[in-house]
């Protein structure tokens, strides 16, 4: 009976562990889920918690593996996950690039350019339009 049940819970914690593995890229690099707003202690939790709702979805399919591939499994999870996340930053990584640009046009980053040891490192308004497109992103849906 303890075994039954230790067994159902290792595999309910390896189904969430490859719901992870699909929806932490996506909590890495969207900016308002960034470790600047998010701290990691916050964040790891608030994706096992979202990713336990993936969990009848993974069960089924680990019953059948092997320790091969559940891990040729995880690493395509992760690269699903990747791609998901590459794919909803891009505008994000967009804006980013337009302000990093603009404020090299206006010579605000000029300092950087010349002496890149003593310059600054990050853009302003970079920071802004990624911040201003986060907030459009969740105001609008």
């Known amino acids: 009976m303890g075994e039954a049940i230790l067994y159902q819970l290792h595999s309910l914690l390896a189904a969430t562990a490859l719901g992870f593995c699909r929806l932490a890229p996506t909590f890495y690099l969207l900016p308002f889920f960034a470790s600047g707003n998010i ?8 994706i096992i918690v979202v990713s336990c709702a993936l969990v009848q979805h993974y069960h089924y399919e680990l019953l059948n593996l ?31 690039a337009i302000g990093s ?12 350019t010349l002496d890149p040891a ?10 802004l339009f990624n911040l201003f497109s986060a907030a ?3 105001t609008k849906g």
Do not use: K
């Not at 701290?39 to 608030?46: F, G, Q, Y």
């Open 101 to 112: 640009f603009i404020d090299n046009q206006r010579g605000a980053t000029l300092s950087s």
């Open 39 to 46: 701290p990691t202690v916050v964040r790891h939790p608030i």
């Open 66 to 96: 092997n320790e091969i591939d559940i891990a040729l499994f995880a690493a395509r999870e992760i690269i699903i996950g990747l791609f998901i996340a590459c794919l909803l930053a891009s505008p994000f990584w967009m804006f980013l």
């Open 136 to 138: 459009v992103y969740l």
């Open 118 to 127: 003593t310059g600054v490192d990050a853009s302003e308004l970079a920071r």
